[in-house]
């Protein structure tokens, strides 16, 4: 089925309830209009929860980015001399 035929039978079926339960006296707001509102209120949430959560893994991707480059940079301060006598040694023999 096509998926505007589906959201106006959602619609329809959502206007209908919301025409029977302002009919009984029970409420006013459902109505398609207020659902939309929630539905695009969440939506936004979402957003802001997915931004959030993006923002989290970007903060720690660079803080592990800054950490790998202090190990490699003190790594090589310490390894490099060791490396560099080793060679010097080979090669007088």
Do not use: C, Y
């Not at 505007?4 to 079926?13: I, V």
């Not at 991707?61 to 080979?90: K, T, Y």
């Amino acid at each position: 089925m096509d998926t505007k035929k589906l959201m106006n039978l959602a619609l329809e079926g959502v206007d209908s309830l919301g025409f029977r339960l302002d009919q009984l006296g029970i409420t006013s707001r459902v109505n398609r209009h207020n659902i939309a509102a929630f539905l695009m209120a969440e939506q936004k949430h979402l957003e802001g929860e997915w931004d959030s959560i993006q923002a989290k893994v970007d903060r720690r991707r660079s803080q592990f980015d800054h950490i790998s480059q202090q190990v490699e940079s003190r790594a090589d301060a310490i390894l490099g001399p060791v490396l560099s006598r080793i060679n010097r040694f080979r090669a007088s023999q």
